[in-house]
C-alpha cells in the first residue's frame, strides 16, 4: 500500500497521522469553549489581582475594546481570504506549470515553487511591503497600492508556492494507470488532466488546501509587525491607550488567541475528517 | 580577501547597489552574528521542540484520562493559533508577571531575556507538532516485531532501544526534517521582540545605509540557500536511513 | 534441576485460556519428549497458534500448567527471559528486523540477551546461516529477500540461541507455493537432527513425513491425536474425518 503523500512544507503532518490514535477521536464540545473563555476570565482576574491601583477590572476593559478587537479579527479574515484567492489561481497555473510537458516551462515553475517554499513568510512579507510602489501606473491611471493591499500580495507568494506544490504532489500521486488507460482511450493530454487527472485530485489536493489555509490565517497577524491595522495592532493600540497596564496583557493577547483558535480549530478537525473520509474511499 | 570586499565598494560607487554588509566590516559582523543567532536559535529550539515531543508523547500513552487530555489541549493549542501571538503572549504577558533580578550594574532586568522567550516559545509550537510525530513513529512499529524480540529474550529495555526507537526514528525522520525546516523559517518571528537574528540585523543595516531593495534581496537569496541546503541535507540523511524494502 | 531426559520436555495439562469472553483453549493436555516432532493442525481458528504462543509466554493462561523443563510457565513469577533461552520461535509472518541485516538479525540475540562474544557469535551465525541455505545473504535486509529466504533467517535467528525446542507458528501460511519446499526442507534438517519441534501447519504431507506424533485441535480442545500413519488413515472421530476429506 502505497500512502499519499504531498511534497509540502507546511506542518502537514497527515501521512504520518494516518494511524489514528485517541486524539483523532477529539471532538469540540461545548466544555471545551468554557475551558477556553474560563481561561480568560482566570487570565484576567489574575492580573486583577496583581494591581495594586484598581482602575477598573482587566476584564471589563477588555469587554470595552472587543468590538474594536473583533472588527480587527474580520480584517484578518478578509486579507486570509483574499491571499488564498490570489494565492490558490497563481499557485495552481504554477503547479500544472510543474507538470507540464515542456521543459523549460517546469524547471521555471519548479524553481519559483522552491524559492517562495523555501522563504519564511515573514521575509516576503516584508519583500512585497518594501519593494511594492505605493501605486502602479497603467498608461494614465494610477492604482494606489495601500499597506493592506501589499500585505495581501506578500502573503499570498507562499501561498501560492505551497498550492503549487499541493498540485503537483496530488497530480503525481494519481497510478499511472490513469493517464494510461484516458491515454487509450484517445483523449489527448489536455482532456486527460481535465477530464480525467484534476477531478480525482480534488479530493486529494482538498484536506492540504485547508490546512494551507489554516495556516495562512495565523500567518496574518504577520502584517501587524508592517503597520497594517488588523488585530494585532490593534491590541497594542489599545494596550497602550490604557496606559500600558502590564495587568491587562494576558488577558488581551489570551482574548486574540482565542479568536484565532475558535476560528481555526474547526478547520483543523474537519482536515482531519476529509482526510480520514478520503483515505477510506483511496 | 580585502580585494573581494572592495570590489563590492567600488561596485557601490559605480553602479549604487549598496552591499555594505560586505565591504563595511561593522556590517559584516551584524550581518555574521545576525546568521550565528539564527542557527543558534534553531538549533536550541530543534532541542526543546524534540524533548517536548518524545515527554508528550510519553504522557499522550499515559493511562489518566486526564494527562491524555491535557496535552491534546496542549497540541491543539499551540497548532490552531498564531505562533508570533503565542510569542508576544509568553514576551509580554508572562514576562511582565515574573520577577525582575538585579543586574551586576545595580539595575533591574527581566527574569528571563527575549531570547530566552524566543526559545520557550518557539520550542512550544514545534514541540506540539514533535508529540504526534513521536506518537505515530512508535505506533508504527509493528507489534510483531516486537513480539519476535520478546520470542528472542530480548528485556522491555533492549526492545525499546535495539528495536522500537531505530524504527520509529526512521519512520518519523521525513516529518521530524519537515518541521525543522519549519522552525527554521519561524525563527524570523524572534524579530518581533528583538532577538538580533538574520532578519532583525538585516533590518537594521538597511535603517543605517537606505539599501532595503538589495538588503531585501539578500536576505530572500540566504534563506532560500540556507533552507535549501538543510532540505537538501535531510534529504542526503533520509536516504542513507532508508531500509530496503521496508516503509511505504 | 529435578527434569531430566526421560520426562516430557514440554507438557500441557488442562490449559485455558480466553480472551475476554471468548474462550480459545477448553482444556488441552499434551506432552512432548524430548527429540520428538510433533504437528498440530486443524481448522483456523481453533487455537493451534495460542496454544503454542502459550508455551513461551507471548500469551498467559487463566487454568491449567504448562511445563518446560520442568519449569512452570503459568507463573506470574516466571522469568520470561530465562524461559525464551530455552524456547525459539519462529513466525507465520517471519517478524525480522527490518534495519538488520540477515547476519545481524542472527547475531543480535546472541550478543545482547546472552552476552556471548561478538566474534564467536558471527562465526556460528555464519555457519548458520549456510545451514539453512542462505550463503552470500548475510548482508542483504530483509526487504531485499523473499518470502523463504526471510523465513530462513528467521530459523537462523531463532537457532542461534542454541534453544532446547523450538515452535513453527504456521511458518508456510504465508509464502509463495514455490518458496515453502526450501523453508520445509530446513525444517526437516533440524527435525532429522533430532531438534524437538512443535509446529502448527497445515501442509499435510509434510506434517505425516517428518511428526512423530500429530494432534488435531478444533474449537478449543483436542478432538484426536496418533502417530501419522494412524492418524492419517485410521482417523475415527467424525469431525478429524471431515477436516482431512476437505484437505486431503
Known amino acids: ?282 | 580577501m580585502e580585494a573581494f570586499y572592495e570590489w563590492f565598494r567600488v561596485l557601490y560607487d559605480d553602479t549604487g547597489i549598496n552591499l555594505p554588509f560586505l565591504y563595511d566590516s561593522y556590517d559584516r559582523n551584524r550581518m555574521f552574528y545576525g546568521f550565528l543567532m539564527t542557527v543558534k536559535l534553531s538549533v536550541v529550539c530543534l532541542f526543546f521542540s524534540v524533548i517536548i515531543g518524545i515527554i508528550g508523547a510519553w504522557l499522550q500513552a499515559s493511562p489518566f484520562k486526564w494527562t491524555r487530555r491535557l496535552i491534546n489541549g496542549y497540541i491543539q493549542l499551540f497548532r490552531n493559533t498564531p505562533p508570533l501571538v503565542q510569542l508576544y503572549f509568553f514576551y509580554f504577558a508572562i514576562g511582565s508577571l515574573l520577577p525582575k533580578v538585579a543586574t551586576d550594574y545595580g539595575g533591574q532586568a527581566p527574569l528571563l531575556g527575549n531570547f530566552a522567550w524566543a526559545v520557550i516559545s518557539l520550542s512550544f509550537f514545534a514541540g506540539s507538532f514533535n508529540v504526534e510525530i513521536f506518537r505515530s513513529g512508535i505506533e508504527a512499529v509493528p507489534k510483531s516485531t516486537v513480539e519476535a524480540a520478546e520470542a528472542l529474550g530480548f528485556s522491555r529495555l533492549q526492545i525499546y532501544r535495539d528495536i522500537t526507537l531505530p524504527l520509529a526514528f526512521r519512520v518519523i525522520l521525513p516529518a521530524l526534517n519537515n518541521n525543522l525546516v519549519n522552525l527554521v523559517k519561524t525563527t524570523t518571528l524572534a524579530y518581533a521582540i528583538a532577538v538580533p537574528e538574520m532578519l532583525y540585523e538585516a533590518n537594521q543595516i538597511w535603517s543605517d545605509n537606505v539599501n532595503v531593495t538589495e538588503m531585501m534581496i539578500f536576505m530572500l537569496i540566504t534563506y532560500f540557500l540556507l533552507v535549501g541546503v538543510l532540505v537538501w541535507g535531510m534529504d542526503r540523511w533520509e536516504r542513507a536511513m532508508k531500509i530496503p524494502g521496508y516503509g511505504t | 534441576m529435578s527434569w531430566n531426559d526421560s520426562q516430557p520436555m514440554v507438557s500441557i495439562k488442562n490449559v485455558h485460556k480466553s480472551f475476554g469472553a471468548l474462550e480459545v483453549l477448553k482444556g488441552v493436555s499434551l506432552d512432548v519428549m524430548k527429540g520428538e516432532v510433533i504437528c498440530i493442525i486443524g481448522p483456523s481458528g481453533s487455537g493451534k497458534s495460542t496454544l503454542i504462543r502459550c508455551i513461551n509466554a507471548l500469551n498467559d493462561i487463566q487454568e491449567g500448567s504448562i511445563l518446560v523443563e520442568g519449569q512452570e510457565v503459568n507463573d506470574s513469577k516466571l522469568d520470561k527471559l530465562e524461559l525464551r533461552k530455552k524456547v525459539g520461535m519462529v513466525f507465520q509472518q517471519y517478524n525480522l528486523f527490518p534495519h538488520k541485516t540477515a547476519l545481524e538479525n542472527v547475531m543480535m540475540a546472541p550478543i545482547r540477551v546472552l552476552k556471548q562474544d561478538k566474534d564467536e557469535v558471527e562465526k556460528t551465525a555464519r555457519a548458520l546461516i549456510r545451514k539453512v541455505r542462505l550463503e552470500g545473504k548475510e548482508d542483504s535486509y530483509p526487504g531485499e529477500l523473499s518470502g523463504g529466504q526471510q523465513q530462513r533467517v528467521a530459523i537462523a535467528r531463532s537457532l542461534a540461541m542454541k534453544p532446547d525446542v523450538i515452535l513453527f507458528d504456521e511458518v508456510t501460511a504465508a509464502l509463495d507455493p514455490e518458496t515453502v519446499n526450501e523453508v520445509l526442507l530446513t525444517i526437516k534438517d533440524l527435525a532429522d537432527e533430532g531438534m524437538t519441534c512443535i509446529l502448527v501447519t497445515h501442509e499435510m504431507g509434510f506434517a505425516r513425513e517428518v511428526a512423530d506424533h500429530i494432534y488435531f485441535t478444533d474449537r478449543g480442545v483436542i478432538v484426536e491425536h496418533g502417530p501419522p500413519t494412524n492418524f492419517f488413515d485410521n482417523a475415527k472421530d467424525p469431525r478429524t474425518k471431515e477436516f482431512l476429506s476437505q484437505i486431503l
Open chain 1, 1 to 282: 500500500m502505497k500512502k499519499q503523500e504531498f511534497q509540502t512544507d507546511l506542518p502537514v503532518m497527515l501521512p504520518v497521522t494516518a494511524k489514528t490514535g485517541e486524539g483523532f477521536n477529539f471532538r469540540l464540545k461545548p466544555w471545551h469553549g468554557l475551558v477556553i473563555v474560563g481561561f480568560c476570565i482566570f487570565s484576567s482576574r489574575l492580573g486583577y489581582a496583581q494591581s495594586d491601583t484598581v482602575q477598573t477590572s482587566s476584564l471589563e476593559t477588555l469587554v470595552r475594546w472587543m468590538p474594536l478587537l473583533l472588527q480587527g479579527f474580520i480584517f484578518n479574515l478578509v486579507i486570509s481570504v483574499c491571499a488564498m484567492a490570489i494565492g490558490t489561481v497563481v499557485g495552481a497555473a504554477l503547479g500544472l506549470g510543474q507538470i507540464s510537458l515542456n521543459g523549460w516551462v517546469r524547471k521555471l515553475a519548479w524553481g519559483l515553487t522552491q524559492f517562495f517554499r523555501n522563504s519564511p513568510w515573514l521575509v516576503l512579507l516584508f519583500f512585497a511591503m518594501f519593494l511594492l510602489p505605493f501605486e502602479l501606473r497603467l498608461g494614465i491611471f494610477a492604482i494606489p497600492l495601500p499597506d493592506w493591499l501589499k500585505a495581501i500580495i506578500g502573503l499570498s507568494l507562499p501561498v501560492m508556492a505551497n498550492v503549487s506544490e499541493i498540485v503537483r504532489g496530488a497530480v503525481t500521486s494519481l497510478p499511472s494507470g490513469q493517464w494510461e488507460a484516458a491515454e487509450s482511450l484517445a483523449y489527448t493530454r489536455r482532456q486527460t488532466l481535465w477530464l480525467v487527472i484534476l477531478p480525482q485530485c480534488v479530493k486529494r489536493m482538498l484536506p492540504p488546501w485547508m490546512n494551507l489555509y489554516s495556516i495562512l490565517t495565523m500567518a496574518t497577524v504577520l502584517a501587524s509587525i508592517v503597520g497594517v491595522s488588523e488585530v494585532m495592532t490593534l491590541t497594542g493600540q489599545a494596550l497602550a491607550a490604557e496606559g500600558g497596564r502590564p495587568e491587562l496583557l494576558a488577558p488581551f493577547y489570551s482574548f486574540v488567541l482565542l479568536l484565532f483558535f475558535i476560528y481555526c480549530y474547526p478547520i483543523a478537525r474537519w482536515t482531519v475528517y476529509l482526510e480520514k473520509k478520503f483515505a477510506v474511499i483511496n
